[in-house]
């Protein structure tokens, strides 16, 4: 038997990144790769990256230039290491990575994974500088495969794309330039995916698109069918606990898919449903085709189909044109939605998004200024949602093992990592815990059940 080649993937970026990653390791596996533990002894390395702002797209190219001096030292003791550069950077920026960055060998879009075989083939007979970045006709899922057999286990929480691309163009985002059309992969596809999940080991899965709740596709029936009837089938699956969906786009919040939190047991109360701005003017001038009082009644909404959900969103200060009274309505925005966890970033321009163009760019001290105070918010707003849970019982899933011996990591139903002290063969179990501790990032909680602790 030849030894494997090994093949070191660095992602950056979002979830879907972190699933394209390993649908890459699953196409590279036949072509002969096992996975590296650290890029100092992979034959291949490969980059898989994030454009969505500027300093991702940076923190590539400094990592390239620790990589070139990698690839000199290995080449001095006389094994060869090849490059890659994958993702929505590659897409975006193409050839001009290999003009700036020479040391890479090639160059793939998201929706070029299925040729990385023929790349690599490629570039063993000789060959270098390719750069695939078409969007091909087929399904990128299809191209991929089945997710094969040979990913020996995957990890208690898995994730599923299910839908990808963006038709909406928000004036500020690369999403549908690098990403392409909005796509969603059939039903049938999703499910059988699903079960080889959860013979494998999964007990969570989380359902990823750009815009997830905008998913919808013939059904197992020959019908039309939602997501909220989608996690209805998935939620058959024997051994899935439980399902989560992410990220969604508030005006694809259709009611059923509403009403799902409060009928499907096995869908958890955490939505994540960014807003970006509170008021109505950059609402506008974003193009998200909603207002601020839109979204509020929307959560009203979901917190009447279930009272417990756990809301997480996303904010860009210092949009341009964005006056102080604009993000005084942003605040204003989160202090009445009550956020459970948020994520919040300074406006970047990106090349070739029409805000970018904008004449009424916000100053860097402004950005940095109004991100400094809606962060303190959001901080102090999930700390809060944490205190509530102080003396609390919930069940949780043991998902891998803490930083000291002893101890786990498990997940709340409300997506909080909850430390408590067992053995690591009861990883994939979940077991009832009373929460002792809260903290603005974690709980601290102990098992109920003694057994289970100790089993
Ligand atoms: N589809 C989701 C939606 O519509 O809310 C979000 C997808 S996007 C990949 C993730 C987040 O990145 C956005 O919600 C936004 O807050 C942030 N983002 C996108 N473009 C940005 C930019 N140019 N500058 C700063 N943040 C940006
Ligand atoms: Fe980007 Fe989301 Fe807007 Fe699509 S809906 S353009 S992914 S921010």
Redesign the pocket.
């Known amino acids: 038997m030849t030894t494997p080649r090994r093949v070191f993937i660095k992602t950056y970026?979002?979830q879907m990144n972190v699933y394209d990653s390993e649908r890459m390791m699953d196409v590279l596996r036949p072509a002969g790769f096992a996975p590296a533990d650290a890029p100092e002894s992979a034959d291949l390395i490969i980059l898989n990256t994030c454009h969505?702002?500027e300093k991702a797209a940076e923190k590539v190219y400094s990592e390239l230039g620790r990589l070139r001096m990698l690839k000199d030292e290995r080449e001095k003791s006389g094994r060869k290491t090849a490059i890659a550069v994958a993702g929505c950077v590659a897409q975006a920026e193409g050839e001009a990575i290999i003009a700036r960055a020479p040391v890479v060998d090639f160059v793939f879009g998201p929706q070029s994974a299925a040729e990385l075989p023929g790349l690599v083939a490629r570039l063993d007979a000789g060959e270098r500088g390719m750069v695939a970045t078409d969007f091909p006709a087929d399904d990128k899922f299809d191209a991929l495969g089945e997710k094969s057999a040979p990913a020996p286990q995957v990890p208690v929480t898995a994730f599923l794309a299910v839908q990808e691309g963006?038709d909406?163009f928000?004036s500020?985002?690369?999403?549908p330039y690098t990403r392409g059309a909005e796509y969603s992969r059939p039903a049938e596809r999703i499910l059988r995916e699903a079960r080889l999940l959860a013979e494998k080991g999964a007990r969570e899965i989380t359902l990823l698109g750009?815009?997830v709740n905008a998913w919808h596709g013939e059904g197992t029936d020959g019908r039309t069918w939602t997501l909220a009837r989608l996690l209805e089938a998935l939620a058959e699956i024997d051994g899935l606990a439980r399902l989560r969906f992410t990220?969604?786009?508030p005006n694809d919040m259709e009611d059923d898919l509403i009403a799902a939190f409060g009928r499907n047991d096995k869908l958890m109360p955490y939505l994540h449903?960014?807003?970006?701005s509170g008021s109505d003017a950059i609402l506008k001038a974003m193009n998200?085709k909603h207002t601020a009082a839109d979204y509020l009644r929307l959560v009203e909404k979901i917190r009447k189909a279930r009272e417990d959900i756990a809301l997480s969103g996303?904010?860009?200060v210092g949009f341009p044109g964005e006056s102080e009274e604009d993000f005084a309505a942003t605040m204003r925005l989160v202090e009445e939605a009550d956020y459970a966890q948020a994520?919040?970033?300074?406006?970047?321009?990106?090349p070739g998004?029409p805000?970018?163009e904008h004449a009424d760019q916000v100053a860097e001290e402004v950005k940095t200024a109004r991100l400094a105070r809606l962060q303190a918010l959001l901080s102090r707003q999930q700390e809060d949602f944490n205190a509530r849970f102080s003396g609390k019982v919930m069940d949780i899933l043991l998902e891998k093992p803490g930083r000291y011996p002893g101890q786990l990591v498990g997940r709340s139903p409300w997506l909080q990592a909850v430390h408590v002290d067992a053995q690591g063969r009861r990883i994939g179990g979940i077991v009832t815990v009373r929460v002792e501790k809260t903290g603005k990032n974690s709980l601290s909680a102990h098992i109920m059940d003694k057994e289970a602790a100790q089993g």
Request: glycine residues 2%; positive net charge; contains cysteine.
């Open positions: 970026g979002c969505i702002r963006c909406k928000c500020f985002c690369v999403v750009q815009n990220t969604s786009h449903l960014p807003v970006q998200r996303d904010f860009i994520y919040s970033f300074k406006y970047s321009p990106r998004t805000a970018a």
